[in-house]
């Protein structure tokens, strides 16, 4: 018979890991409770907030806004249609990288020179219009890029222990 599977996990001494996830998710709640509950700087909710954002943008004169959704779409369909390529996976994933990496210099160029392709000046200090609209469609596609990462080494891994069991049951049966 083949051998048996084991998988072993060390713990660190005095190290309690469901404590520390609980703790975590503890820490988690709190923040979202804090940000999607109470008074905000100029609303009463975070839907009003969203609410107020959506309403700061003028939809008809910056068709820019669509195509910055457009890229970002391409973005994700080309990480599900190479998601079982890890090399090209990384590829993405560095250039999405590159683009979070330089975003302040991004934001500060548009804030710059938001007249030659906006009708408002949406690029503030703080950069929260680009962390909205670039950063975290890309921060949602680096999840998405490390979700299949993890996913075809989890594969790789159940490949590599079935050729291995295949090779012991071969030499099994040559003895």
């Avoid at 008809?60 to 090399?87: A, H, M, Q, T, Y």
């Amino acid at each position: 018979s083949p051998p048996a599977i084991a998988c072993h996990v060390s713990i660190m001494e005095g190290f309690n890991l469901t404590e520390a996830a609980s703790g975590l998710m503890g820490a988690v709640e709190d923040v979202l409770k804090t940000h999607l509950t109470g008074d905000h700087r100029y609303t009463q909710s975070f839907s009003e907030d969203v609410q107020a954002f959506v309403h700061a943008i003028d939809w008809r004169s910056d068709l820019w806004i669509f195509g910055l959704f457009l890229v970002e779409l391409v973005d994700v369909l080309i990480i599900v249609i190479n998601r079982r390529s890890w090399e090209r996976l990384a590829t993405i994933f560095m250039v999405n990288t590159a683009v979070l990496a330089c975003a302040e210099r991004l934001n500060s160029l548009a804030s710059s020179n938001w007249k030659t392709f906006s009708s408002q000046d949406y690029f503030d200090q703080a950069g929260v219009f680009a962390s909205v609209l670039v950063g975290l469609p890309l921060l949602l596609c680096q999840f998405l890029i490390v979700g299949f990462l993890l996913r075809e080494a989890a594969c790789m891994v159940i490949r590599v222990k079935r050729l291995e069991l295949k090779e012991a049951k071969r030499k099994a049966k040559n003895e």
